[in-house]
């Protein structure tokens, strides 16, 4: 059951309130949404499973295995190996938090589709679930990429059976999927799948990244834009990609809000040269070319080693997304580098609690971590995971002034009651966040009467 963040301080007598009370404890302050986090096996050498911060997520995708055409399981290949599958499970159960092992990736559908035929399909659920029992995993995740409607059938059985499976463990055991932004056509088929096979899912995490390219027709674009400032391809005249398009599309297809999380990118994207309608390369979003850009996938420590400056970092308002613009006497230097920063990724988390979806999810979380240093991306999660948290009250003459800390995109409400025995709450204000977010400030004009009043500020509204 998700829970609404909610904060009470009470007014005691005349002029008397007591000042601040904590919204939740501090372990489950991420009850309302999930937050899962891939971990590639091959990252456990840079950053052992000792140096994640459990604190922040909800569940580890433990990433993958991959699918033989026979049925069997290659466990090599991303380093899910039995020391490194036993010190991640440890340290995430003892810190109460899920690891549910992944099975898939990019380029997989070919393996996919051997492994799932009808010969072999009984024989891949049941290595599946072996392996996530002998090992200590809570669940499987399937990472199936592409999947066309071609795949509709196979794709559909796998679930089924997979599903009818895990339930056969005494404890309830997880079945996530990570699914396409922005799927194959028709796409109205994969959205319609999905509908039709929610029940057999706790999480449906929609990959929204990755989400342009130096394509025919194209322009230059964000990797993971929140939104798509209503901005349409000159070539064609559609949209954009963006979260909230891909969000809209499966909630139009019937998936329900609490099935969907969407994803944060611990990478971005870097246009690089190219020629266009100016003498210059790539430097802005929304640049057209008569030459393409190079695109490279940049994980985000090495923009921030490599390439941030304050002067060259940009906030697109419109996409809700970071940038860099880098111009150089030679245009084949030129860059315009896409990537999701702290704002970016405390907006995603509000637009997640907006749009009242079921979590968020990250693409990896080795990719902002160094050794002995906080990871700046994560403790960004962390703290929007935690805010409002603490609101604060004071009177200034008839008035009563609460502040608490708000998230840039956030929404909140604001209300009062007399009585907490009962569920009637008065509304005093709903409130957006357009910008960075911080201290916001709401007064209650209306001088109370009653010997008591008690507020509460709840995100989303």
């Not at 070319?289 to 190079?294: G, I, K, L, S």
Request: glycine share 10%; charged share 10%; hydrophobic share 40%.
């Amino acid at each position: 059951m998700k829970k609404l963040f909610e904060s009470a301080c009470v007014r005691a007598g005349a002029k008397t309130f007591l000042l601040i009370v904590a919204l939740l404890p501090e372990g489950i302050a991420r009850a309302d949404l999930w937050c899962a986090g891939y971990y590639p096996g091959w990252e456990q050498g840079a950053m052992p499973a000792s140096n994640v911060d459990f604190t922040l997520l909800t569940h580890v995708i433990h990433f993958s295995l991959i699918p033989n055409s026979n049925g069997s399981l290659n466990t090599s290949a991303n380093g899910i190996s039995v020391p490194n599958s036993s010190d991640l499970v440890t340290r995430a159960h003892a810190a109460g938090v899920k690891v549910i092992i992944s099975v898939g990736g990019a380029s997989s559908e070919s393996a996919f589709q051997a492994a799932t035929s009808s010969p072999n399909l009984s024989t891949f659920i049941n290595n599946l679930t072996n392996f996530m029992a002998t090992r200590g995993y809570d669940g499987v995740d399937l990472d199936w990429e592409p999947l066309p409607a071609t795949d509709t059938s196979q794709f559909t059985n796998l679930v089924n059976g997979l599903r009818a499976a895990l339930n056969g463990f005494p404890d309830h055991k997880l079945l996530t999927a990570a699914v396409g932004a922005y799927p194959p056509d028709p796409p109205s088929s994969e959205y319609s799948m999905f509908a039709m096979l929610q029940s057999q899912f706790d999480q449906i995490n929609i990959m929204t990244y990755d989400l342009s390219g130096p394509y025919p027709g194209w322009v230059t674009w964000f990797n993971s834009p929140i939104y798509d400032g209503g901005y349409r391809f000159p070539s064609t005249g559609g949209l954009v990609p963006s979260v909230d398009g891909a969000v809209n599309n499966f909630l139009g297809g019937g998936v329900l809000a609490a099935k969907l999380g969407v994803g944060i990118a611990f990478y971005g994207y870097i246009w690089s040269g190219g020629s266009g309608t100016s003498t210059g390369g790539a430097t802005l979003p929304r640049q057209t070319w008569t030459v393409a850009p190079t695109v490279s996938t940049p994980s985000y420590n090495a923009i921030m080693s490599g390439y941030y400056q304050s002067n060259l970092y940009h906030w697109d308002t419109s996409a809700q997304a970071a940038y860099l613009s880098i111009s150089n006497v030679s245009p084949a230097n030129d860059m315009f580098i896409s990537y999701d920063d702290q704002r970016t990724c405390q907006s995603k988390v509000s637009y997640a609690r907006n749009r009242k979806l079921g979590g968020v999810m990250i693409w990896e979380l080795a990719q902002d971590h160094q050794s002995g240093q906080p990871d700046p991306l994560l403790q960004s999660i962390k703290q929007a995971l935690a805010t409002p948290g603490l609101t604060a009250i004071e009177t200034t003459d008839q008035n009563v002034n609460l502040s608490f800390t708000s998230l840039p995109l956030g929404s909140y409400r604001v209300q009062w009651t007399t009585d907490l025995t009962v569920n009637a709450w008065s509304t005093l204000v709903v409130t957006n966040v357009s910008g960075l977010g911080g201290l916001l400030q709401v007064t209650d004009s209306n001088p109370p009467t009653e010997s008591q009043r008690f507020y509460r500020v709840q995100t989303p509204p």
